[in-house]
């Protein structure tokens, strides 16, 4: 897509020249660059095909919403839009700053905060779910209302992915999968109330902002179990300790987390499958294999 000064002004709503565009590497889905403007504003831009516009859409709404609990930031967005030859996604460019020395603690805290925050107004005829669907990396993420959570993770989450996957599963995994379907109420539990949550929350999904603290980006936003945020931040490496001794501090994580935990990453799991192929499927096993 080319990025042109009359896009650029289009969108700030005033006249601008352009002085550098530069790539920024680290993501899989979308092509990223930095853009230096002639008064000395920095902006950051994604962009796709047209085809892809409504996750630019879905990216926003969901950056919007975690911004609206006050309780830790994101970059600020400017649009999203088309254009004849793609579509894309302007915010303000994050510079970053060095850590805090309390980083760590800061995020735990924040974090808690957006999990406490009222979350009803995310979600229409249900208390889990989210306003719209969304994605989960670039696969579709269904957020249908429910009213309870254990209903929205089977339905919402674990069947179409279970679905997705289909091929790699004989007759033996398949009703491996159905028993571990008709028994999510001998594992979860139904959380005190419905949080804002990112929905993927790696190490990747986090940047140090402009004041040293911990910023969201790329979120696959919805209201549900902040278990599940907490748990996505265990798949890939985990963050450090001092992360989830301050969360915990704040009483958001339940007891028996522990043993719930592999089960809500079982759905990034087979998400990986069915995004990346049959690497993941060992450990999509595993998980199965310890509950069922």
């Avoid at 800061?106 to 005829?125: I, P, T, Y």
Wanted: glycine fraction near 10%.
């Amino acid at each position: 897509m080319v990025i042109s000064e009359g896009l650029i002004e289009r969108a700030l709503g005033e006249p601008v020249g352009i002085n550098a565009v530069d790539p920024v590497f680290g993501g899989d889905i979308n092509r990223s660059y930095r853009i230096e403007l002639s008064n000395g504003r920095e902006l950051f831009i994604k962009t796709n095909r047209k085809e892809v516009y409504d996750m630019f859409e879905a990216e926003r709404t969901g950056l919007n919403a975690i911004s609206s609990t006050d309780a830790i930031k994101v970059p600020n967005i400017i649009c999203s839009g088309k254009t004849d030859d793609g579509a894309y996604l302007l915010m303000d460019f994050v510079k970053g700053a060095g850590r805090k020395k309390d980083f760590w603690e800061r995020f735990g805290r924040a974090l808690s905060k957006m999990h406490e925050a009222d979350a009803s107004s995310f979600v229409n005829g249900g208390r889990f779910g989210f306003l719209s669907d969304n994605y989960i990396g670039s696969g579709r993420q269904i957020n249908s209302p429910k009213e309870n959570w254990i209903d929205f993770f089977r339905e919402c989450r674990l069947i179409p992915q279970i679905r997705l996957a289909d091929r790699y599963f004989g007759a033996d995994e398949k009703r491996r999968f159905d028993r571990l379907l008709s028994h999510l109420d001998d594992i979860l539990c139904e959380p005190e109330k419905p949080s804002l949550i990112h929905g993927d929350l790696w190490s990747g999904n986090f940047i140090v902002g402009d004041d040293g603290d911990a910023w969201l980006i790329d979120p696959a936003t919805y209201v549900g179990d902040p278990e599940a945020d907490i748990a996505m931040t265990e798949l890939f490496g985990g963050y450090d300790s001092r992360f989830y001794d301050s969360y915990r501090e704040s009483g958001s994580l339940r007891e028996g987390y522990k043993d719930r935990r592999d089960l809500y990453n079982i759905y990034h799991m087979l998400n990986h499958l069915n995004l990346f192929g049959g690497g993941y499927l060992p450990s999509v096993m595993r998980i199965l294999n310890r509950y069922v």
